[in-house]
């Protein structure tokens, strides 16, 4: 079992800063590709970017120069250092994580997500 868990979100007003964080903890071999999504009330739930273990990026273009992905291999630590906030940026933070077991067996696994709410 792998568990997800994010920190760092809270209430900012527009134009500030958050960081978010997500820590991977149990039996894991490998993380392989770890990401952040978002979900807002009433909206399904997207993709905000995505890292590789060797940290190759990929952003949606909502957030593209505004928000940086990054990862500690060594830590099994994620983070999104979100910047210039829009109130549109409000919605639950999830944390995802592809990888596999000691044993070999591959797993996805999602965390139970951190709020972020935007003021205008």
């Known amino acids: 079992q792998v568990q997800l868990v994010e920190s760092g979100g809270g209430l900012v007003q527009a134009g500030g800063s958050l960081r978010l964080s997500c820590l991977a903890s149990?039996?894991?071999?490998?993380?392989?590709?770890m990401g952040w999504y978002r979900q807002a009330p009433g909206k399904q739930r997207e993709l905000v970017a995505t890292?590789?273990?060797?940290?190759?990026?990929n952003y949606a273009d909502s957030v593209e120069g505004r928000f940086t992905i990054s990862r500690d291999n060594a830590k099994n630590t994620m983070y999104l250092q979100m910047n210039s906030l829009k109130p549109e940026d409000t919605a639950g933070y999830y944390c995802?994580?592809?990888?596999?077991?000691?044993?070999?067996?591959?797993?996805?696994?999602w965390g139970q997500g951190t709020q972020v709410t935007v003021s205008s």
């Open positions: 149990g039996k894991i071999f490998r993380l392989n590709v």
């Open positions: 890292i590789t273990s060797s940290g190759t990026t």
């Open positions: 995802n994580a592809q990888g596999s077991f000691l044993v070999g067996a591959p797993f996805v696994s």
